[in-house]
């Protein structure tokens, strides 16, 4: 979906509050009106069709009255729910920046920042609020302007002898009856029409396109059992995020099975965008990729993930506890295998330092984690998959040298089991490699060991000095 994950939030909060607030109240009032109002327009044309004529004449020019009153709610109500749902964006994006912003001393351009979508969604929230408060007095003038027409009518009819005065107060009593329902329907009106306009947008959501299951067009032995290490190969790869912004060109490649091999080059190269690719997180606009003998495109996506454990760039990490942020990747993990990850990734003291153990909570967003620390839960739980292709994207970027040490030991020990594709700056990680990609921003891609690009290619020469790698 386009729109930002605050704006899909309000969708699930807001929005869908509206069309309940609709569904318990508002139809309930119209269900009510209808049944009441057949039961006592039947017994007033028994009285008077003259006077019933009457009734239905005031009863459709108060509805026009009032239809006229809150039209533009729907349109008031799309507007306020927009503004809201911008504000809880910027308010969001605000708060997951938060320690960011005061560090920097920054607190006051971002609360001026917050003021322009908190006006906007303030001042669409009024004109709704006055427009519907408008409504209700403009339907209670409607109807008893209608009552008193409807008594006029009828006292001329009894002067005139026309009809009993008895019959009068009779029909009188059925025309409150009647005018208790329809204000009652004139009060849904508004109600209704929020909801409409949050279905509306929960509808244009709803539009956006889903991923669809889709059956594997290739037998099971094309990509191998699933414990089987698998090669994986690009053949003219290319990928745009945007007009003239970032991704790959023409990049072709091949990872041999059970090899540990590394993706380097400058920001913006695109090698997260490659590792993007192999997960399908994005489909290339040109090429193919080939997992085994299997073209990615033609593999069910549920397959394709039960092939794959990707440790993201960001190391992220729900809100839960360690264990269940380990068990995402290998559900049927017990606790040993758990402890033998996180001890081999140096986060044993974690364990050993809290009463809970693995169960320990850590916080939103591994909030109670260093940043060092999250990345190796993130290393660990996907060391912990089973699955056969392992993508990591820089898995040490937050580590001390000796840390940096035994993640990159971890790394090389997935080789044979494993095919492991690392994209890192770190070149301290990729000397023991079995292959090195090296891409350049032109989109050109150099292959061999470390060493051997050293010596060949002047550019990856003077990144590895760099680096401080010999």
Not at 34 to 57: E, Q, R
Request: glycine share 8%.
């Amino acid at each position: 979906h386009e729109g930002r994950a605050g704006e899909l939030v309000s969708l699930l909060t807001s929005d869908t509050a509206q069309i309940h607030t609709m569904l318990v109240g508002g139809v309930f009032e119209l269900v009510t009106a209808v049944v009441l109002t057949v039961g006592a327009c039947t017994l007033m044309i028994v009285i008077s069709p003259l006077l019933f004529a009457v009734t239905v004449a005031a009863i459709v020019g108060s509805a026009a009255i009032v239809g006229l009153a809150s039209g533009p709610v729907r349109t008031l109500s799309r507007r306020s729910q927009d503004e809201t749902a911008a504000m809880g964006s910027e308010l969001a994006s605000s708060l997951r920046a938060l320690r960011t912003i005061r560090t920097a001393g920054a607190t006051d351009p971002y609360v001026e920042r917050l003021i322009e979508p908190a006006a906007r969604a303030r001042d669409a929230a009024i004109a709704l609020g006055t427009r519907v408060a408008v409504v209700s007095p403009v339907g209670q003038m409607a109807t008893q302007c209608a009552f008193l027409g409807v008594l006029a009518v009828g006292a001329i009819q009894v002067g005139r002898g026309e009809i009993a005065f008895a019959d009068l107060l009779t029909f009188l009593m059925y025309v409150v009856l009647v005018l208790s329902p329809v204000e009652g329907a004139f009060r849904a009106i508004p109600v209704l029409q929020r909801a409409r306009a949050s279905w509306d947008r929960i509808s244009a959501a709803m539009e956006v396109p889903v991923e669809k299951p889709q059956q594997s067009r290739h037998p099971s032995a094309a990509v191998a059992r699933r414990d089987s290490a698998l090669p994986l190969r690009l053949e003219g790869v290319s990928f745009q995020h945007g007009e003239g912004t970032g991704g790959v060109t023409d990049a072709s490649l091949t990872v041999r099975a059970g090899s540990v091999c590394a993706l380097v080059g400058p920001s913006g190269s695109g090698k997260s965008t490659i590792l993007d690719l192999v997960s399908r997180l994005y489909e290339p606009d040109r090429g193919r990729i080939l997992l085994g003998e299997a073209d990615l495109g033609t593999i069910d996506r549920e397959e394709l993930s039960s092939r794959l454990a990707y440790m993201e760039q960001s190391a992220s990490l729900v809100d839960g506890s360690l264990a269940e942020n380990l068990r995402l990747a290998a559900p049927d993990a017990d606790d040993a295998q758990l402890r033998e990850a996180l001890d081999a990734v140096g986060l044993g003291y974690l364990v050993d330092e809290d009463p809970r153990g693995i169960y320990y909570p850590l916080g939103e967003s591994g909030r109670t984690l260093s940043g060092g620390e999250a990345q190796r839960v993130a290393l660990a739980r996907t060391v912990l998959s089973p699955a056969p292709i392992v993508l990591i994207d820089e898995p040490t970027s937050r580590l001390d040298p000796e840390s940096e040490a035994r993640v990159t030991s971890v790394i090389d020990g997935l080789a044979g089991r494993r095919t492991v594709l690392v994209v890192t700056h770190r070149l301290r990680a990729v000397v023991t490699a079995d292959q090195v990609f090296y891409l350049r921003r032109d989109g050109t891609i150099t292959s061999g060991t470390h060493a051997q690009l050293v010596r060949t290619s002047r550019s990856y020469s003077r990144l590895a000095r760099l680096s401080l790698v010999g």
